[in-house]
């Protein structure tokens, strides 16, 4: 079963279509990264899914059924923006509230239990405004998954963290996947972070979903080559480009060959050919470049 299935949602407003004809497919259990430009429409599309706003048109089933459905709203958490905290309140009191708003039973065993999910449980006795921002965050998220963790919808919530809160993060956000069978739903521009944890992507463009794929997926539409540099640039690109079918120059000054099976079979050719290598390399196509190549393709 699909954790969100969306067919055809649209969200005017006024005559900005901020989302429009979008389908989307998260299955249960995935970490499905949501990605587009500022503008593109990712927030409109989770604050739909999460009944903050009316659709336009079109549907969206959440664990197959209708989004409106109170049995299911009552299972998806969402983090949109900041959690709303007292500064001057302990993160245990700020939970505490959050509990009673949300009619919670057993606040004090909930409030362990989802502070212990996102590794906050030796700083609950902290002032909120003495948190950091990735320890903000994860409250933020403790938040949403008070009385429930089947699905969390989580817009941009790796912005701005330090490299430490980044870690963090990752490791709560693949611990409640692997281990807590929750479902995730979450937008980043942050594509080298999204990539080490994201099982499934969607890629929006002007309000549609111009991809979906899984990260295998990406994998394999992401070539490997070989990397070098000399100092002889412009005939080392021509003597490869005889021999190799996909030839380029990126813009650190590496040439790229692309159907070269090991750099050894390259620096033997161009040795042979008169031009001496400076450094060589093997690497990969990451979701950043695969992103940006995808972009450009629609321009
Ligand atoms: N409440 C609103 N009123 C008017 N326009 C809005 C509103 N919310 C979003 N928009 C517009 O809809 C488009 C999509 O916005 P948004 O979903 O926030 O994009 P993203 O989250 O991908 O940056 C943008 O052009 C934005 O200006
Ligand atoms: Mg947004």
């Known amino acids: 079963m699909n954790a969100i299935e969306i067919k055809n949602l649209s969200k ?46 079109g549907s969206i089933k959440l664990f197959g059924r209708d989004y409106t459905d109170a049995d299911v709203r009552a299972k998806v958490g ?9 500064p001057n309140y302990s993160v245990w009191n700020n939970m505490k509230l959050q509990a009673a708003n949300l009619n919670i039973k057993n606040a004090d065993t909930e409030i362990q239990r989802v502070l212990k999910m996102v590794r906050m449980e030796g700083a609950a006795g902290n002032k909120y405004k003495n948190c950091s921002l990735g320890m903000k965050q994860r409250i933020g998220i403790a938040m949403a998954l008070l009385g429930k963790s089947d699905l969390l919808v989580l817009d941009e919530p790796i912005n701005g963290l330090d490299a430490d809160g980044m870690r963090i993060m990752r490791e709560v956000l693949c611990d409640l996947g692997e281990n807590h069978g929750c479902t995730i739903l979450i937008s980043s521009h942050i594509l080298g972070e999204l990539e080490k944890i994201a099982t499934h992507y969607g890629i929006i463009r002007g309000g549609k979903m111009i991809k979906e794929m899984t990260a295998e997926e990406l994998e394999e539409s992401c070539p490997t080559y070989v990397a070098l540099k000399t100092k002889d640039i412009n005939r080392a690109k021509a003597n490869l480009a005889c021999k190799y079918s996909r030839v380029e120059e990126d813009e650190a ?26 450094e060589i390399t093997t690497a990969k196509i990451g979701l950043e470049e695969y992103y940006i190549d995808l972009m450009k393709e629609g321009r």
């Open 253 to 278: 000054g590496y040439i790229r060959v692309y159907d070269a099976k090991e750099p050894e079979e390259i620096v033997t050719y161009l040795y042979e050919n008169g031009i001496l290598i400076n």
């Open 12 to 57: 005017n407003f006024g005559s900005k279509q901020a989302v429009c004809s979008l389908d989307m497919t998260v299955p249960k259990g995935a970490i499905y990264g949501f990605i587009g430009e500022n503008g593109s429409g990712k927030s409109t599309t989770e604050k739909m899914i999460c009944g903050l706003i009316h659709p336009d048109g």
């Open 78 to 86: 969402v983090l949109i923006e900041s959690p709303g905290c007292f």
